[in-house]
């Protein structure tokens, strides 16, 4: 089966809407990395604007435009000026938002917050952020940004946070001494709902959603 958008039918049956492997294939990105190479690609976030979805891909390092029909065209190559950098987590605020894993051992303060416009042209919104998996916008304007390791070296539980980026760029603290999450949604009651424990080595019991209220 290869990586791809699925369409689930009211009768529960899937369909291959878009096929992103054969896509990652044919149309190469200008820097992988050949010592961490998925040919299929590992796509990590998506998001729908309307009608069409947006997907972004770490290991090849893209943002890419999905419609419901299949077509798939990419917005920016990541890798062409920022590298091998791993971008994981995406937002849309006017323009789009793509916060980097980066590669490990974790170096605190080294991953960022990308800002990539409808066009395609990439530019550094905020710096000095660490292994980001999420990323959101409040109805307030203000971003929130998930880390899943903190410390320096391989990645280490209980060292999450979830931080507040206002617009002035000033970081806050919401959350901390978190198990290595994954994933961070903004319910409709106004909490951050956010995937604990997403990974971990055995006898680690994965998986829980934690609620955080943030004032």
């Known amino acids: 089966m290869p990586n791809g958008l699925l369409r689930v039918n009211a009768d529960g049956t899937t369909e291959l809407i878009a096929n992103l492997s054969a896509f990652v294939k044919a149309n190469p990105v200008a820097h992988p990395n050949p010592g961490d190479f998925e040919p299929d690609g590992t796509w990590y976030s998506m998001i729908a604007l309307g009608d069409t979805l947006y997907a972004v891909e770490p290991n090849h390092g893209e943002l890419d435009k999905i419609t419901a029909s299949g077509q798939i065209s990419r917005i920016a190559d990541i890798s062409a000026s920022q590298g091998h950098i791993v971008p994981t987590a995406l937002a849309y605020h006017g323009n789009f938002y793509v916060g980097n894993l980066n590669t490990f051992p974790v170096v605190p303060g080294s991953s960022k917050i990308l800002k990539i416009t409808p066009s395609g042209n990439v530019t550094v919104a905020i710096e000095g952020l660490t292994t980001v998996l999420g990323l959101l916008f409040d109805g307030r304007d ?74």
Do not use: C, W
């Open 142 to 215: 203000r971003m929130y940004v998930l880390e899943t390791s903190t410390a320096p070296g391989d990645p280490t539980p209980f060292t999450g946070k979830v931080i507040r980026v206002d617009r002035s760029g000033h970081q806050t603290e919401i959350a901390s001494g978190l198990f290595f999450p994954t994933g961070m949604t903004l319910g409709p009651d106004g909490a951050l709902y956010v995937s604990n424990v997403g990974f971990g080595p055995p006898p680690v019991r994965l998986g829980e959603i934690l609620r955080i209220t943030v004032p």
